[in-house]
Protein backbone atom coordinates (compact mmCIF):
# COMPACT_ATOMS: atom_id res chain seq x y z
CA UNK A 1 0.00 0.00 0.00
CA UNK A 2 1.58 3.45 -0.62
CA UNK A 3 0.78 6.43 1.89
CA UNK A 4 0.07 9.74 0.64
CA UNK A 5 0.96 13.13 2.30
CA UNK A 6 -1.67 15.73 3.44
CA UNK A 7 -0.38 18.19 6.01
CA UNK A 8 2.74 18.91 7.74
CA UNK A 9 3.02 21.36 10.94
CA UNK A 10 6.01 22.49 12.19
CA UNK A 11 6.10 22.41 16.18
CA UNK A 12 8.06 24.99 18.31
CA UNK A 13 9.92 22.08 20.74
CA UNK A 14 10.88 18.63 19.40
CA UNK A 15 8.12 15.48 19.54
CA UNK A 16 8.68 13.07 22.03
CA UNK A 17 5.11 11.25 21.95
CA UNK A 18 1.51 11.49 21.11
CA UNK A 19 -2.01 9.68 21.44
CA UNK A 20 -5.24 10.38 20.24
CA UNK A 21 -7.90 11.12 22.68
CA UNK A 22 -10.59 8.22 23.23
CA UNK A 23 -13.19 10.23 24.75
CA UNK A 24 -13.19 12.73 21.47
CA UNK A 25 -11.27 10.66 19.23
CA UNK A 26 -10.81 14.28 16.87
CA UNK A 27 -8.41 15.10 19.10
CA UNK A 28 -4.53 14.17 19.72
CA UNK A 29 -1.87 15.32 22.58
CA UNK A 30 1.75 15.58 21.18
CA UNK A 31 4.31 16.05 24.34
CA UNK A 32 7.89 17.11 23.54
CA UNK A 33 10.99 17.20 24.89
CA UNK A 34 13.66 19.95 24.64
CA UNK A 35 17.23 19.64 26.29
CA UNK A 36 18.43 22.86 27.37
CA UNK A 37 22.12 23.80 27.36
CA UNK A 38 23.30 22.76 30.82
CA UNK A 39 25.33 24.68 32.82
CA UNK A 40 28.22 23.68 34.58
CA UNK A 41 27.34 22.12 38.49
CA UNK A 42 23.89 22.54 37.53
CA UNK A 43 22.03 20.31 39.86
CA UNK A 44 18.12 21.65 39.03
CA UNK A 45 16.81 18.88 36.85
CA UNK A 46 14.39 21.71 35.28
CA UNK A 47 17.32 23.94 34.32
CA UNK A 48 18.69 20.64 32.32
CA UNK A 49 15.12 20.14 30.23
CA UNK A 50 11.42 21.26 29.36
CA UNK A 51 8.53 20.43 27.14
CA UNK A 52 4.99 21.25 26.26
CA UNK A 53 1.62 19.31 26.14
CA UNK A 54 -0.51 20.35 22.56
CA UNK A 55 -3.61 19.55 22.06
CA UNK A 56 -4.55 19.50 18.41
CA UNK A 57 -7.50 19.33 16.38
CA UNK A 58 -7.70 18.14 12.76
CA UNK A 59 -9.39 21.64 11.88
CA UNK A 60 -11.29 19.59 8.55
CA UNK A 61 -9.72 15.82 7.41
CA UNK A 62 -6.75 17.48 6.00
CA UNK A 63 -5.64 20.21 8.22
CA UNK A 64 -4.91 20.48 11.77
CA UNK A 65 -5.00 23.36 14.35
CA UNK A 66 -3.05 23.87 17.19
CA UNK A 67 -5.93 24.78 20.24
CA UNK A 68 -3.86 24.70 23.68
CA UNK A 69 0.09 24.32 24.20
CA UNK A 70 0.33 23.84 28.05
CA UNK A 71 4.04 24.74 28.91
CA UNK A 72 5.66 21.95 31.45
CA UNK A 73 9.11 22.64 33.44
CA UNK A 74 10.00 19.39 32.32
CA UNK A 75 10.52 17.00 29.41
CA UNK A 76 7.95 14.95 28.58
CA UNK A 77 8.70 11.32 27.59
CA UNK A 78 5.54 9.12 27.62
CA UNK A 79 1.79 9.93 27.63
CA UNK A 80 -1.25 7.60 28.05
CA UNK A 81 -4.99 7.86 28.37
CA UNK A 82 -6.58 5.83 30.49
CA UNK A 83 -8.50 3.15 29.47
CA UNK A 84 -10.85 3.56 32.34
CA UNK A 85 -11.58 7.01 32.61
CA UNK A 86 -10.95 8.30 29.30
CA UNK A 87 -10.59 11.50 30.26
CA UNK A 88 -7.78 10.92 32.33
CA UNK A 89 -4.06 11.82 30.79
CA UNK A 90 -0.73 10.32 32.08
CA UNK A 91 2.58 12.34 31.83
CA UNK A 92 6.02 10.81 32.28
CA UNK A 93 8.52 13.93 33.09
CA UNK A 94 12.26 14.08 33.32
CA UNK A 95 12.05 15.02 36.97
CA UNK A 96 10.58 12.11 38.57
CA UNK A 97 7.21 12.78 38.55
CA UNK A 98 3.85 11.55 37.09
CA UNK A 99 1.37 14.33 36.19
CA UNK A 100 -2.01 13.34 35.64
CA UNK A 101 -4.48 15.81 33.79
CA UNK A 102 -8.16 15.89 32.47
CA UNK A 103 -8.80 16.51 29.00
CA UNK A 104 -12.14 18.15 28.26
CA UNK A 105 -12.54 18.62 24.53
CA UNK A 106 -15.12 20.91 24.60
CA UNK A 107 -12.97 23.32 26.40
CA UNK A 108 -11.09 26.32 24.83
CA UNK A 109 -7.89 24.89 27.02
CA UNK A 110 -8.57 21.50 27.23
CA UNK A 111 -5.43 20.00 29.01
CA UNK A 112 -5.94 20.75 32.61
CA UNK A 113 -3.55 19.28 35.14
CA UNK A 114 -5.21 17.53 38.34
CA UNK A 115 -2.26 16.56 40.52
CA UNK A 116 1.68 15.37 40.16
CA UNK A 117 2.88 12.86 41.47
CA UNK A 118 6.54 11.88 42.61
CA UNK A 119 7.77 9.02 41.78
CA UNK A 120 11.63 9.60 42.44
CA UNK A 121 12.98 13.07 44.03
CA UNK A 122 13.57 15.43 41.74
CA UNK A 123 17.13 15.78 42.84
CA UNK A 124 17.93 12.72 41.96
CA UNK A 125 17.95 13.49 38.35
CA UNK A 126 16.07 10.43 37.18
CA UNK A 127 13.75 10.51 34.31
CA UNK A 128 10.53 8.51 34.31
CA UNK A 129 11.00 6.81 30.82
CA UNK A 130 7.52 5.38 30.35
CA UNK A 131 3.73 4.47 31.32
CA UNK A 132 1.25 1.25 31.29
CA UNK A 133 -2.01 1.53 32.55
CA UNK A 134 -3.20 -1.72 34.30
CA UNK A 135 -6.31 -3.20 32.19
CA UNK A 136 -8.09 -4.59 35.13
CA UNK A 137 -7.37 -1.91 37.95
CA UNK A 138 -7.91 1.44 36.87
CA UNK A 139 -5.69 3.01 39.74
CA UNK A 140 -2.91 1.71 39.11
CA UNK A 141 -0.13 2.56 36.98
CA UNK A 142 2.98 0.99 35.71
CA UNK A 143 6.44 3.13 35.25
CA UNK A 144 9.81 2.62 34.38
CA UNK A 145 12.79 4.69 35.11
CA UNK A 146 16.56 5.77 33.55
CA UNK A 147 18.31 4.01 36.54
CA UNK A 148 16.42 0.61 35.23
CA UNK A 149 14.01 0.41 37.75
CA UNK A 150 10.12 -0.55 37.31
CA UNK A 151 7.14 0.43 39.78
CA UNK A 152 3.73 0.40 40.03
CA UNK A 153 2.01 4.08 41.14
CA UNK A 154 -1.73 3.83 42.46
CA UNK A 155 -3.16 7.18 40.88
CA UNK A 156 -6.04 6.94 43.72
CA UNK A 157 -3.33 7.13 46.80
CA UNK A 158 -0.59 9.26 45.32
CA UNK A 159 2.16 6.11 46.49
CA UNK A 160 4.19 3.81 44.94
CA UNK A 161 2.94 0.41 45.72
CA UNK A 162 4.74 -1.72 43.94
CA UNK A 163 8.97 -1.44 43.03
CA UNK A 164 11.92 -3.44 42.03
CA UNK A 165 15.17 -0.77 41.90
CA UNK A 166 17.35 -2.68 39.68
CA UNK A 167 14.60 -4.37 37.33
CA UNK A 168 17.53 -3.57 34.76
CA UNK A 169 21.17 -2.57 34.75
CA UNK A 170 20.79 0.17 32.39
CA UNK A 171 17.97 2.37 31.27
CA UNK A 172 13.86 0.53 32.03
CA UNK A 173 12.67 1.65 28.43
CA UNK A 174 9.36 0.19 28.15
CA UNK A 175 7.12 -1.62 30.45
CA UNK A 176 3.78 -3.35 28.95
CA UNK A 177 1.21 -5.39 31.30
CA UNK A 178 0.44 -9.04 30.54
CA UNK A 179 -2.88 -10.28 29.39
CA UNK A 180 -3.46 -12.48 31.48
CA UNK A 181 -4.51 -11.68 34.49
CA UNK A 182 -3.90 -14.24 37.57
CA UNK A 183 -0.97 -13.60 38.01
CA UNK A 184 -0.58 -10.33 37.45
CA UNK A 185 2.45 -8.86 35.95
CA UNK A 186 4.54 -6.57 34.21
CA UNK A 187 7.02 -7.11 30.51
CA UNK A 188 9.64 -4.46 30.68
CA UNK A 189 12.87 -4.11 28.37
CA UNK A 190 15.85 -2.12 28.92
CA UNK A 191 19.10 -1.14 27.53
CA UNK A 192 20.70 -4.14 28.90
CA UNK A 193 19.28 -6.14 25.74
CA UNK A 194 17.06 -7.76 28.68
CA UNK A 195 13.33 -8.68 28.17
CA UNK A 196 11.80 -9.22 31.96
CA UNK A 197 8.42 -10.56 33.28
CA UNK A 198 7.62 -9.25 36.89
CA UNK A 199 4.82 -10.92 38.82
CA UNK A 200 2.74 -7.98 40.75
CA UNK A 201 1.35 -8.07 43.63
CA UNK A 202 0.66 -4.77 46.00
CA UNK A 203 3.42 -4.41 48.58
CA UNK A 204 1.36 -1.97 50.87
CA UNK A 205 -0.99 -5.02 51.47
CA UNK A 206 1.02 -7.80 52.59
CA UNK A 207 -0.24 -11.30 52.14
CA UNK A 208 1.30 -14.76 52.63
CA UNK A 209 2.39 -14.81 49.09
CA UNK A 210 3.95 -11.51 49.28
CA UNK A 211 7.56 -10.78 49.06
CA UNK A 212 9.54 -7.73 49.73
CA UNK A 213 10.81 -5.89 46.91
CA UNK A 214 14.60 -6.02 47.79
CA UNK A 215 14.35 -9.34 47.09
CA UNK A 216 12.08 -9.54 44.09
CA UNK A 217 13.32 -12.20 41.40
CA UNK A 218 11.99 -11.62 37.47
CA UNK A 219 10.16 -14.79 36.71
CA UNK A 220 11.47 -14.40 33.32
CA UNK A 221 14.97 -12.40 31.99
CA UNK A 222 16.41 -12.68 28.56
CA UNK A 223 19.23 -11.36 27.37
CA UNK A 224 20.25 -13.54 24.38
CA UNK A 225 16.56 -13.08 22.19
CA UNK A 226 17.57 -9.38 21.10
CA UNK A 227 20.92 -8.12 19.58
CA UNK A 228 20.35 -4.37 21.62
CA UNK A 229 17.97 -2.95 23.49
CA UNK A 230 14.70 -3.34 23.61
CA UNK A 231 12.51 -0.33 23.62
CA UNK A 232 8.54 -1.67 22.92
CA UNK A 233 6.96 -4.25 24.03
CA UNK A 234 3.15 -5.06 22.96
CA UNK A 235 1.55 -8.38 24.63
CA UNK A 236 -0.63 -9.84 21.43
CA UNK A 237 -2.69 -12.86 23.18
CA UNK A 238 -2.72 -15.92 25.38
CA UNK A 239 -1.28 -19.26 23.66
CA UNK A 240 -1.55 -22.58 24.76
CA UNK A 241 -0.53 -24.11 28.10
CA UNK A 242 -0.42 -20.63 29.59
CA UNK A 243 2.08 -19.21 27.39
CA UNK A 244 1.45 -15.51 25.91
CA UNK A 245 2.68 -14.26 22.59
CA UNK A 246 3.93 -10.47 22.50
CA UNK A 247 5.75 -8.48 20.56
CA UNK A 248 9.20 -6.95 20.24
CA UNK A 249 10.73 -3.51 19.02
CA UNK A 250 14.45 -3.01 19.75
CA UNK A 251 17.45 -1.15 18.60
CA UNK A 252 18.80 -3.82 16.46
CA UNK A 253 16.02 -2.64 13.96
CA UNK A 254 14.01 -5.96 14.44
CA UNK A 255 10.20 -6.73 14.97
CA UNK A 256 9.89 -9.97 16.87
CA UNK A 257 7.21 -12.38 17.89
CA UNK A 258 7.49 -14.40 21.03
CA UNK A 259 6.32 -17.00 22.72
CA UNK A 260 6.98 -16.74 26.65
CA UNK A 261 6.09 -19.37 29.05
CA UNK A 262 5.52 -19.50 32.47
CA UNK A 263 9.32 -19.79 34.39
CA UNK A 264 12.32 -19.10 33.72
CA UNK A 265 12.74 -20.67 30.00
CA UNK A 266 14.02 -17.97 27.40
CA UNK A 267 10.62 -17.29 24.96
CA UNK A 268 10.73 -18.55 21.62
CA UNK A 269 11.02 -16.44 18.71
CA UNK A 270 8.53 -17.30 16.52
CA UNK A 271 8.97 -14.86 13.90
CA UNK A 272 11.12 -11.41 13.14
CA UNK A 273 11.50 -8.85 10.69
CA UNK A 274 14.05 -6.04 9.83
CA UNK A 275 12.59 -2.91 9.69
CA UNK A 276 15.32 -0.67 8.82
CA UNK A 277 15.25 1.81 12.19
CA UNK A 278 15.44 1.14 15.75
CA UNK A 279 11.67 0.35 16.93
CA UNK A 280 10.86 2.88 19.32
CA UNK A 281 7.07 2.74 19.47
CA UNK A 282 4.16 0.33 18.68
CA UNK A 283 0.61 0.87 18.82
CA UNK A 284 -2.38 -1.76 18.02
CA UNK A 285 -4.39 -0.53 15.43
CA UNK A 286 -8.27 -0.83 15.60
CA UNK A 287 -9.27 -2.03 12.60
CA UNK A 288 -12.53 -3.49 11.86
CA UNK A 289 -14.78 -3.73 15.29
CA UNK A 290 -11.84 -5.30 17.29
CA UNK A 291 -7.96 -5.41 16.80
CA UNK A 292 -7.77 -8.54 16.04
CA UNK A 293 -9.54 -10.17 12.83
CA UNK A 294 -9.89 -13.74 12.07
CA UNK A 295 -10.53 -14.94 8.35
CA UNK A 296 -10.05 -18.09 6.50
CA UNK A 297 -6.25 -17.39 6.69
CA UNK A 298 -6.01 -17.51 10.80
CA UNK A 299 -5.69 -14.21 12.90
CA UNK A 300 -4.16 -10.76 11.59
CA UNK A 301 -3.15 -7.86 14.05
CA UNK A 302 -2.63 -4.71 12.74
CA UNK A 303 0.27 -3.05 14.02
CA UNK A 304 1.59 0.97 13.37
CA UNK A 305 5.71 1.16 14.59
CA UNK A 306 7.87 3.95 14.86
CA UNK A 307 11.08 3.39 13.33
CA UNK A 308 13.39 6.07 14.62
CA UNK A 309 15.54 7.09 11.34
CA UNK A 310 13.61 5.48 9.15
CA UNK A 311 9.91 6.76 9.63
CA UNK A 312 6.77 4.51 10.16
CA UNK A 313 6.06 1.32 9.00
CA UNK A 314 2.21 -0.23 9.02
CA UNK A 315 2.19 -4.20 9.86
CA UNK A 316 0.29 -7.58 9.89
CA UNK A 317 1.50 -9.71 12.05
CA UNK A 318 -0.72 -13.37 11.03
CA UNK A 319 -1.23 -16.22 12.87
CA UNK A 320 -1.90 -18.87 10.39
CA UNK A 321 -4.44 -21.99 10.98
CA UNK A 322 -1.16 -24.35 11.42
CA UNK A 323 0.02 -22.07 13.97
CA UNK A 324 2.75 -20.18 11.43
CA UNK A 325 3.20 -16.35 12.42
CA UNK A 326 3.93 -14.15 9.49
CA UNK A 327 5.15 -10.59 9.58
CA UNK A 328 4.34 -7.98 6.61
CA UNK A 329 4.69 -4.57 5.79
CA UNK A 330 2.06 -3.33 4.01
CA UNK A 331 2.85 0.53 4.12
CA UNK A 332 5.67 2.67 5.24
CA UNK A 333 5.78 6.20 5.56
CA UNK A 334 9.17 8.36 5.25
CA UNK A 335 8.54 11.69 4.46
CA UNK A 336 10.26 12.44 7.91
CA UNK A 337 14.32 14.48 8.10
CA UNK A 338 14.89 13.13 11.41
CA UNK A 339 14.14 10.32 14.35
CA UNK A 340 10.12 9.23 14.20
CA UNK A 341 9.74 8.34 18.17
CA UNK A 342 5.75 8.67 18.31
CA UNK A 343 2.87 7.70 15.79
CA UNK A 344 -0.60 7.31 16.49
CA UNK A 345 -3.66 6.50 14.35
CA UNK A 346 -7.38 7.34 14.61
CA UNK A 347 -10.11 5.34 12.49
CA UNK A 348 -12.55 7.35 10.45
CA UNK A 349 -16.21 7.60 12.28
CA UNK A 350 -17.64 4.86 9.46
CA UNK A 351 -14.23 3.07 8.72
CA UNK A 352 -13.92 -0.51 9.44
CA UNK A 353 -10.12 -0.59 7.39
CA UNK A 354 -6.66 0.17 7.18
CA UNK A 355 -7.68 3.36 4.48
CA UNK A 356 -9.92 4.86 6.38
CA UNK A 357 -7.91 5.57 9.00
CA UNK A 358 -5.86 9.03 10.02
CA UNK A 359 -2.69 8.62 10.96
CA UNK A 360 -0.41 11.05 12.34
CA UNK A 361 3.80 10.83 12.72
CA UNK A 362 6.49 12.99 14.28
CA UNK A 363 10.25 13.30 13.68
CA UNK A 364 12.49 14.80 16.52
CA UNK A 365 15.10 17.12 15.56
CA UNK A 366 13.35 19.17 12.74
CA UNK A 367 10.24 19.39 14.78
CA UNK A 368 7.46 18.34 11.89
CA UNK A 369 4.46 16.40 12.86
CA UNK A 370 3.08 14.51 9.58
CA UNK A 371 -1.15 13.33 8.61
CA UNK A 372 -1.37 10.85 6.07
CA UNK A 373 -3.38 8.14 4.62
CA UNK A 374 -3.16 4.57 3.60
CA UNK A 375 -4.13 4.09 -0.11
CA UNK A 376 -5.29 1.23 -2.22
CA UNK A 377 -6.19 -0.92 0.85
CA UNK A 378 -6.80 -4.60 0.11
CA UNK A 379 -5.59 -5.84 3.47
CA UNK A 380 -7.06 -6.61 7.14
Known sequence: MRTELFKTLKLDLPP????????????????????????????????VRDGSLIA????????????????VTSAVLDLRFSPHVLDTLAVATSTGAVHLFSFNHKSASPLVQIKSVEVVTASSQILVLSLAWAPSSPSFLAFT??????????????????????????????????K????LALYTGGDDSAICCHHFWDQTRPTETSQDSSSSIAVLQDRKSHGAGITAILPLRS????????LTGSYDEHIRVLRVTPGPSRPKVLAEKH??????????????????????????????????????????IRLSHDDY??????????????????????????GEKLGDMTFISTSFYDKKLCLWRLQDDEHC
Not at 56 to 71: E, G, K, M, V
Not at 325 to 350: C, K, R
Request: aromatic share 8%.
Open 325 to 350: WTIEIVGAFEGHDSMNYASDAQMESS
Open 56 to 71: IRPNNPDDLRIIQTFS
Open 145 to 178: LSDGAVGVLDVDQDMVVFKIPQAHSLEAWVVAWS
Open 275 to 316: LDGGVWQMKHLNVGSDPVLADQDGECFSILASCMHAGCRVLE
Open 239 to 246: DRNDAEII
Open 180 to 183: KNEP
Open 16 to 47: SCIAFSPSSPAHFVVGTYRLKDEEAGSIDPAA
